[in-house]
């Protein structure tokens, strides 16, 4: 094997263009054309405004009085720049308004190009032949408003953008966190290639603050694994060989060979990032809800734009052709529903990006708003309350040491297939205790088993057991009683015809499942715990981490009756597990969270999968999803009241009682205003942090 030092970079490798990475790229470029767009129409606006009204300014009034030819001249000059400003800034609004039309629909396209194209059309039509206005006296033209209107909104829009990209920061900083290069061994050579080229089944090498590049099965050596940016635990997890490793954790302390199973768009992290990209594509109901409201309120700004037009123009002062259409264009341009249309999609696009940093992926935005309205969670107690795992949690000896009751008791049960038998197996081996031969193996199901070690008869099992062995327990009934409380397994030894002790094996909970469901009854949701285990043992398991509610001996089978018991009581229910048999009830309940550590198809039904496989992940799930329906339902009422106020004084209810019309322009800032103040609310979630679970 070569040396680090004779290693080899392979060169002239072409990078695959990532989905993520083309997508922010996109918007990058988005917002630079707007800019360019705005600079544009922002350098004509200037002198523009400053001309539209020259006797503003005392010595421009009087190079440019009213009604001079000098005048005219200038304001032809505008009107032919502020159709430039309308064919480049503007062309997006008129394009769009046209694929609208196209389809029989209006949309916030259509009037912001109404009100520009309006504006413009007025004022050159005028200014052509100020006759077809006999009864008025024609004194300016509206060429600013076009063009200050359209430089307004595109800066508008250009925030917009720029602001989706920073709530689209978790997919960044996921894209990020890829290693650029691994370090694989081929053909007896080290080799530093990029990380696309690495294929499945390569040896790759992770050295001590290396990143480690792609998917794996660690094959040799020894290390600790910060895992945090994919699953939130700040802990790092130990890795030997036959653990998973994932691509983009960091390696902390030593050095280790894996061989690459899942890499490219195969990774864990690959799949991290479509999943947020989906769930921010997708629309909460609330937002369903939203478009149909926004399909209907367009054509109703329209008529009443129309209306206000005809008001004015009939009852309105001279000049009243001028007037009506100031109300026209000024109701158009501020009940551009844009902000309406990005309450929703903002906050959700920051949420999802949120869960994603916290390793909480949420597959939509239907899950995110139900997981904020959930009154019941289900909790699976094998693999979600604990571990999943036996062990021996407790050992009493009568006549002899606790080593030698756990090495004869470990010498006999080396030789069974049951699960509990492992757990003792494993502590004797890790006190390096020597297991004898056993001789006489005979395992009796439902009571035990049996065998001859080192000439002695050694007998495991229940008191029905040791009871035909003719063995007296009743000295140890009183902790047998006590460990069965607890939810423990406790099995009476017996060696050679005489009681030896008891030995107990639990399936332990998890450090955090305790502080977790005390944290889920703060957030007023009733945790309920279902399990196959008898009720002794489930309901012991329940007292020690605080659920009230047991379901105890339910077969695989009827996991989704009892979710849907639940929902037919008018509960909203969450259902958490990671075993095959719970994707039923996943997909049963109103929101399944799938324990990242669990099995692919417990995780395909979920709704939202917690990468740690803690139960705090469903803490922090809910709570991501009530802060982000909070922010929601905070922009919609912004939206909604900001349209309430501007709609009925675009259309002058000011002016009788105090004589003031709302001008184009204000109406166009006040409209970027509402758009930029939505999008800045929605970018608050970014600050958001989960609240710690005190243990």
């Known amino acids: 094997m070569s040396t680090a030092s004779e290693s080899v970079v392979w060169a002239g490798a072409v990078e695959k263009p990532d989905p993520a990475t083309a997508e922010l790229g996109d918007s990058q470029r988005e917002y630079r054309a707007l800019m360019r767009k705005w600079w544009f129409a922002a350098a004509v606006g200037a002198p523009t405004m400053i001309l539209s009204y020259p006797w503003i300014l005392p010595v421009l009034g009087d190079w440019l009085p009213r009604g001079s030819d000098r005048l005219r001249a200038v304001w032809v000059a505008m009107g032919v720049a502020a159709l430039a400003v309308l064919a480049y800034s503007g062309s ?11 389809h029989r629909q209006a949309n916030m396209h259509t009037l912001i190009a109404m009100g520009t194209g309006i504006a413009w059309l007025y004022s050159t039509i005028a200014l052509a032949d100020p006759g077809l206005f006999p009864d008025e006296t024609f004194t300016e033209v509206y060429y600013d408003v076009t063009v200050v209107v359209t430089a307004l909104v595109v800066l508008g829009l250009a925030l917009e953008v720029k602001a989706r990209g920073r709530s689209s920061e978790a997919i960044r900083k996921l894209i990020g966190l890829q290693a650029k290069t691994a370090r694989v061994v081929r053909e007896g050579r080290e080799l530093d290639v990029p990380v696309e080229e690495v294929v499945a ?4 090498l992770v050295r001590p603050g290396d990143k480690i590049p792609v998917d794996g099965e660690v094959l040799e050596g020894t290390s600790a694994v910060d895992e945090s940016m994919i699953t939130g635990e700040s802990i790092p997890v130990a890795k030997a060989p036959g653990d998973a490793v994932i691509g983009a954790t960091l390696n902390t302390t030593g050095a280790f060979r894996f061989r690459a199973t899942r890499v490219g768009s195969e990774t864990a992290l690959a799949q991290i990032v479509r999943l947020v990209q989906d769930a921010q594509a997708s629309k909460v109901p609330i937002q369903r809800i939203v478009d149909v409201v926004s399909g209907y309120f367009t054509p109703a700004v329209m008529i009443m734009a129309i209306g206000g037009f005809v008001l004015w123009y009939d009852l309105g002062p001279a000049p009243a052709v001028a007037y009506a259409v100031i109300v026209a264009v000024t109701t158009l341009i501020i009940a551009c529903p844009c902000a309406l249309g990005m309450a929703t999609p903002m906050s959700l696009t920051t949420g999802v990006g949120k869960g994603a940093e916290n390793g909480i992926l949420i597959r939509s935005g239907d899950a995110l708003q139900s997981a904020s309205r959930l009154d019941a969670v289900i909790l699976d107690k094998t693999g979600t309350i604990t571990w999943g795992k036996p062990v021996l949690t407790d050992i009493v000896a009568t006549g002899a040491p606790e080593s030698e009751l756990l090495r004869m008791a470990a010498a006999v049960e080396k030789a069974s297939e049951h699960p509990l038998a492992a757990a003792i197996v494993a502590v004797a081996e890790e006190r390096d205790l020597r297991l004898p031969p056993v001789d006489s193996f005979e395992a009796l199901p439902g009571h035990g088993v049996m065998a001859a070690v080192e000439g002695r008869t050694v007998v495991l099992g229940n008191r029905r057991l040791l009871e035909r062995e ?10 047998w009683q006590r460990l069965a409380d607890e939810g423990k397994t406790p099995m009476y030894a017996a060696v050679d015809g005489r009681l030896a002790g008891l030995v107990a094996v639990a399936d332990t909970v998890k450090d955090d499942s305790v502080a977790a469901i005390r944290a889920l009854k703060g957030l007023g949701v009733e945790v309920a715990m279902l399990t196959g285990d008898n009720r002794r043992t489930a309901e012991a398991i329940a007292r020690q981490v605080g659920v009230d509610r047991v379901l105890a001996e339910v077969l695989p089978e009827d996991k989704a009756a009892e979710v849907k018991k639940l929902q037919l009581e008018g509960k909203r229910v969450g259902m958490v597990g990671d075993g095959i048999n719970d994707a039923p009830a996943l997909t049963q309940a109103d929101v399944g969270f799938a324990i990242g550590t669990g099995t692919d198809v417990a995780i395909e039904a979920a709704d939202i999968t917690l990468i740690s496989g803690s139960l705090r992940g469903v803490v922090t799930a809910i709570e991501i999803s009530k802060a982000t329906m909070r922010n929601v339902r905070q922009n919609l009422t912004g939206a909604f009241a900001y349209n309430s106020l501007g709609l009925p004084i675009a259309l002058g209810v000011l002016y009788p009682l105090v004589g003031v019309l709302l001008s ?11 758009s930029v103040t939505v999008v800045s609310n929605a970018n608050r979630l970014r600050r958001w942090r989960p609240k710690e679970i005190s243990t």
């Open 201 to 204: 089944g390569d040896l790759v």
């Open 664 to 674: 184009p322009l204000m109406a166009a800032g006040a409209m970027s205003f509402s």
């Open 92 to 102: 997006q609004f008129f394009s769009g308004a046209w694929r609208a039309l196209r």
């Open 470 to 479: 003719g063995i007296d327990t009743s000295s140890l009934d009183g902790d």
